[in-house]
């Protein structure tokens, strides 16, 4: 039964996994230095996935499974039934994942398989668990989640995938902002004194149609970047998808004294703004992905827009 399991890829900060498409995540939270992932199925927790930087020094695992496993079995206690935990349970090696690893299960009133590992290039310490019932093939699940997981990109671009938003973004740029609420999502990203945006809302019909895109992206732009830049609109595509494409040069940029100061204060050129709102009848929700960004970064978010995936291709033939 577990084999017929459908699995998503979950992308977050660096970090990705695949679990079983019917678990929802339902917590996102931290950054590059700490955080967590957590996937439930009705209300039941299903995988929980934790990290932190460690900047400097030896990281023990043998010394902090025990600590962790200490605290584990006590909570497991306060449920009033036998709680039985075993170590080293050879679920992943070494050799598997390229990562120091140690693994651990436990039982009692359910069956849950633990992993703990360290990477020596990203130096992320990484505890991720996977909770089940003795009717089902936890160690299967477990095993096939933990091989999946890596805790950095294998190259310069990083893979998003969360709430049903998938995009790639550039290696350095990091997220200072998420807003998650029913009908919209938005990620914003920072380098320096550039950033982007990606967000999506939805039902796509019920905001707006083709005929006023140009209205609802305006909307969707803040006071600052109106006040900061003289913008300009025209139809595009994406995706094969009505689209409308809005670029901005920055108020100051033709004043030269303006321009002057800025050599001279920050020696960074002013921002230009790019943007493209597009509606996907499919998945019926708005995509917009905009930035205020330097000359030499308007490529890469071109790149970002290219790399959204707005609907399954296979829900296009139905």
Same mark, same amino acid.
């Given at each position: 039964?577990?084999?017929?399991?459908?699995?998503?890829?979950?992308?977050?900060?660096?970090?990705?996994?695949?679990?079983?498409?019917?678990?929802?995540?339902?917590?996102?939270?931290?950054?590059?230095?700490?955080?967590?992932?957590?996937?439930?199925?009705?209300?039941?927790?299903?995988?929980?996935?934790?990290?932190?930087?460690?900047?400097?020094?030896?990281?023990?695992?043998?010394?902090?499974?025990?600590?962790?496993?200490?605290?584990?079995?006590?909570?497991?206690?306060?449920?009033?039934?036998?709680?039985?935990?075993?170590?080293?349970?050879?679920?992943?090696?070494?050799?598997?994942?390229?990562?120091?690893?140690?693994?651990?299960?436990?039982?009692?009133?359910?069956?849950?398989?633990?992993?703990?590992?360290?990477?020596?290039?990203?130096?992320?310490?990484?505890?991720?668990?996977?909770?089940?019932?003795?009717?089902?093939?936890? /160690?299967?699940?477990?095993?096939?989640?933990?091989? !999946?997981? +890596? *805790?950095?990109? %294998?190259? =310069?671009?990083?893979?998003? @995938? #969360?709430?049903?938003?998938?995009?790639?973004?550039?290696?350095?740029?990091?997220?200072?902002?998420?807003?998650?609420?029913?009908?919209?999502?938005?990620?914003?990203?920072?380098?320096?004194?550039?950033?982007?945006?990606?967000?999506?809302?939805?039902?796509?019909?019920?905001?707006?149609?083709?005929?006023?895109?140009?209205?609802?992206?305006?909307?969707?732009?803040?006071?600052?970047?109106?006040?900061?830049?003289?913008?300009?609109?025209?139809?595009?595509?994406?995706?094969?998808?009505?689209?409308?494409?809005?670029?901005?040069?920055?108020?100051?940029?033709?004043?030269?004294?303006?321009?002057?100061?800025?050599?001279?204060?920050?020696?960074?050129?002013?921002?230009?703004?790019?943007?493209?709102?597009?509606?996907?009848?499919?998945?019926? /929700?708005?995509?917009?992905?905009?930035?205020?960004? !330097?000359? +030499? *970064?308007?490529? %890469?978010? =071109?790149?970002?827009?290219? @790399? #959204?995936?707005?609907?399954?291709?296979?829900?296009?033939?139905?």
């Amino acid at each position: 039964m577990n084999q017929a399991l459908d699995y998503q890829l979950v992308g977050w900060l660096g970090l990705t996994v695949r679990v079983p498409s019917h678990w929802d995540l339902v917590l996102a939270k931290g950054n590059r230095f700490d955080g967590l992932l957590r996937f439930d199925e009705e209300s039941f927790t299903r995988c929980h996935i934790q990290w932190t930087l460690v900047s400097a020094g030896k990281v023990a695992l043998d010394e902090q499974l025990e600590r962790y496993l200490e605290l584990f079995a006590r909570q497991l206690k306060k449920k009033g039934t036998p709680v039985r935990i075993r170590r080293d349970v050879g679920l992943v090696t070494r050799k598997d994942v390229h990562r120091n690893v140690r693994t651990f299960a436990w039982e009692d009133s359910t069956i849950g398989y633990g992993m703990l590992w360290f990477c020596d290039q990203c130096r992320r310490a990484l505890l991720a668990q996977v909770y089940g019932f003795p009717h089902e093939n936890v /160690r299967s699940i477990a095993k096939r989640i933990f091989l !999946s997981l +890596s *805790d950095h990109p %294998a190259g =310069e671009w990083e893979h998003w @995938s #969360v709430y049903g938003a998938t995009f790639d973004v550039p290696a350095g740029w990091d997220l200072t902002e998420s807003q998650i609420a029913a009908g919209k999502l938005r990620l914003h990203f920072r380098k320096g004194p550039w950033s982007f945006s990606m967000e999506r809302w939805g039902p796509a019909s019920a905001l707006l149609t083709d005929s006023d895109m140009e209205s609802f992206i305006l909307r969707a732009l803040s006071e600052e970047t109106r006040r900061q830049f003289t913008l300009y609109c025209r139809p595009d595509a994406v995706k094969g998808h009505s689209a409308l494409r809005l670029v901005g040069s920055h108020k100051f940029a033709k004043r030269p004294l303006a321009l002057l100061w800025r050599q001279l204060t920050s020696g960074q050129p002013f921002p230009r703004f790019i943007g493209v709102l597009w509606v996907c009848p499919v998945s019926n /929700r708005v995509y917009l992905v905009s930035g205020s960004v !330097s000359p +030499s *970064d308007e490529q %890469a978010v =071109e790149r970002v827009i290219e @790399s #959204v995936i707005c609907h399954d291709e296979g829900m296009a033939d139905r």
